[in-house]
């Protein structure tokens, strides 16, 4: 799980980089890399439950965002539990 915050985004570069951003997230989706993602209510950054295999891949797989250069990441490792029906 990510608690990102954004620093040094202003709003007009928010806005143009907006389009472009949605869409990588919406492939990162598509493809089961990001679970989950919810806007902090402020704005100032998002919560993201992404799968990945270490610190690295966190990395490689948010570079492709154009946020990316101002995400501060604190990554919080957590593991999927699958409840059994009985």
């Known amino acids: 799980m990510l608690d990102i915050l954004l620093n040094g985004l202003d709003n007009e570069t928010r806005m143009k980089l907006l389009p472009k951003e949605q869409e990588v997230v919406k492939e990162l989706e598509e493809n089961g890399t990001i679970v989950n993602n ?3 209510l402020d ?3 998002i919560f993201i439950v992404m799968m990945a295999a270490d610190t690295d891949d966190v990395h490689t ?9 101002y995400m501060k990441i604190n990554i919080i490792p957590v593991r999927v539990v699958n409840s059994i029906n009985q």
């Open 38 to 40: 919810f806007i902090k």
């Open 43 to 45: 704005m100032s950054g």
């Open 61 to 69: 797989k948010l570079s492709a965002l154009p946020y990316y250069p």
